[in-house]
């Protein structure tokens, strides 16, 4: 494995980050910005220009300590974004060892792109849950389910501990 880098963070709408994804066959993170007035704040329109019929959103909240690693999928893109709380995503690229990391959440909304057929994964961040939006581009199927998974150490040296610098 090579020492993880950050994904390429791009300022285009999502569903060119997703073309660039799926032609690149790695991880895009597509910053937000938050929409704040006297009432409050909000982050609008995320999923926009990629939401298909035959996918789904769904909603996961991560205790602190967990480590929820490592799958893949063969047909689905992942949307992922952190809506409470902290984690740190984890990427990999099998054929050539090629690892990302990037921490995300509410100091650092976006949407982050994973493409198949690359690995990915989380842990929590921090001493609170983390509460994680998604889009899939493919329903779940219990029958037939599009994913493989591995141990959140069988990838070779990656930080998934906190790394104090």
């Known amino acids: 494995m090579t020492t993880p880098t950050a994904p390429r963070s791009m300022t285009v709408s999502l569903a060119q980050a997703h073309a660039h994804a799926l032609e690149a066959r790695e991880p895009v993170f597509v910053p937000t910005s938050a929409h704040v007035d006297d009432r409050g704040w909000s982050l609008m329109n995320q999923m926009q220009g990629v939401m298909q019929p035959a996918g789904q959103i769904n909603y996961s909240v991560q205790f602190p300590g967990v480590i929820k690693a490592w799958h893949r999928h063969h047909k689905q893109t992942d949307f992922w974004m952190c809506l409470m709380g902290h984690i740190k995503v984890g990427v990999h690229r099998e054929d050539d060892a090629k690892s990302w990391l990037l921490v995300i959440g509410e ?26 939006l998604y889009y ?24 998934w501990e906190t790394q104090h610098r």
């Open 107 to 132: 100091r650092k909304p976006g949407v982050l792109v994973i493409p198949p057929p690359l690995w990915h994964g989380a842990a929590t961040v921090g001493n609170t849950p983390a509460g994680l």
């Open 136 to 159: 899939v581009t493919h329903a779940y199927d219990p029958a037939a389910p599009d994913e493989d998974r591995r141990g959140h150490d069988t990838i070779q040296g990656f930080p």
